[in-house]
């Protein structure tokens, strides 16, 4: 078992990715992910009965280690606070992928093999990025938050392509395509007044 945790849902993201790391997605089965990650079979049943049941607990997991590590800011809401909250806050989730590299990276080669998976990711993916921008403290409300929504699954994308190539230790090559991204993403929000704040409600 690659965690030895006792937070189940931690577990079985940990055998899930060990197995798609050695056996690819298809050669994956829910009677390996149980022993990799030292459930029952019926366990796993009862929280996840499906191999995209376990794709979304992975997701609910970096969401969760994500939003757990979140300080709330301090001062304004100036547009360069918020780059540095998004930056964080997407490198805090790659950090919370690291561990899970190998299996993350089998799966999005798969996907060149899978459009019909790859289409259910991206529908999937938009709704981790939305709590990502909650937790950088941007609005995720009506129009203009749809649109901040897409562009932070765009600068997203861009950085797990980067961090798919990036073998160093500081991870430096994501970092700075994280960067490039957000400046692209500055450049669009601008043009289409998304870099404006809403108030903060008060409690």
Do not use: K, Y
Not at 16 to 31: D, I, K, P, S
Not at 75 to 100: C, E, S, Y
């Amino acid at each position: 078992m690659s965690d030895t945790t006792s937070d189940p849902d931690l577990r079985l993201v940990a055998g899930f990715w060990q197995v798609v790391a050695v056996h690819g997605w298809h050669g994956l089965t829910m009677r390996r992910v149980a022993a990799a990650s030292g459930l029952t079979l019926s366990e796993l049943r009862g929280r996840c009965p499906t191999p995209l049941d376990l794709l979304r607990l992975h997701g609910r997991v970096m969401d969760r280690a994500v939003l757990e590590g979140t300080v709330p800011a301090q001062g304004g809401l100036d547009g360069g606070q918020t780059r540095d909250r998004i930056f964080d806050v997407l490198m805090r989730r790659i950090d919370a992928m690291q561990p899970h590299r190998a299996g993350i990276i089998r799966l999005l080669e798969d996907l060149r093999r899978d459009p019909l998976l790859a289409l259910l990711l991206l529908w999937e993916l938009p709704r981790s990025m939305a709590w990502m921008l909650e937790a950088a403290e941007v609005g995720t409300a009506g129009l203009q938050g749809l649109l901040r929504v897409n562009g932070i699954t765009g600068v997203w994308l861009m950085t797990v392509r980067a961090w798919m190539r990036d073998e160093t230790a500081d991870l430096g090559p994501t970092m700075a395509a994280l960067d490039r991204a957000l400046d692209r993403a500055e450049q669009v929000a601008r043009s289409f007044r998304l870099d404006r704040e809403e108030p903060a409600m008060e409690p």
